[in-house]
């Protein structure tokens, strides 16, 4: 997916100019033109702020429609949607299990490559969500709390609360996650 364009065409649809959305976003105008032109790559944290000035989702941004004759009930794993940017060398993953869009929850299978995180903002967005820690480790910060979690271990908070994910450790962290409603 070419997200410059689908975000420069989003843009314009809202009739929003580069500056008023940067504006909304907290970010600079020189930064959403860059994005736009795929010249650099967004955060997931940048991408969520610049949907959230429109509004939209992630899940949105990145929804494919499930056309189905009948409802879907079982996915195999080419069936999950990826929702993060996939940009540089070790980008973090976080795919979607159905369409969001149609539901009242939110589950996604996670990965972050050593290194990798949500970015330097901090994310929030209304809901709650809740994640088991499969594989690896991740240093978790909801607003001045920060923790690193370990194979087994959970995290349940308040989505509005800023908060952010980063991969401190030397190998993947993999995590299964659920949010409701479907807000990221």
Do not use: W
Request: proline residues 7%; negative net charge; aromatic residues 8%.
């Amino acid at each position: 997916m070419d997200i410059g364009k689908k975000l420069q065409a989003l843009r314009k649809s809202h009739g929003l100019s580069q500056r008023e959305l940067a504006a909304r976003a907290g970010l600079t105008n020189g930064t959403v033109s860059l994005i736009e032109k795929n010249k650099t790559s967004p955060s997931v944290a940048s991408l969520k702020s610049l949907l959230d000035a429109i509004p939209m989702s992630i899940a949105e941004f990145f929804a494919t429609i499930e056309e189905a004759e009948q409802p879907k009930y079982f996915y195999a794993p080419e069936d999950f949607t990826e929702i993060a940017p996939q940009f540089g060398d070790a980008p973090v993953s976080l795919r979607q299990l159905g369409n969001a869009s149609s539901h009242t929850l939110q589950l996604l299978d996670e990965t972050y490559p050593p290194g990798a995180d949500t970015g330097p903002e901090f994310l929030s967005h209304a809901g709650e969500e809740a994640g088991i820690i499969m594989e690896g480790e991740i240093e978790i910060t909801v607003e001045d709390q920060v923790q690193v979690l370990g194979v087994g271990e959970g995290y349940l908070f308040d989505s509005r609360k800023p908060h952010r994910f980063r991969n401190t450790g030397q190998s993947i962290c993999r995590i299964v996650s659920a949010c409701t409603p479907p807000t990221f």
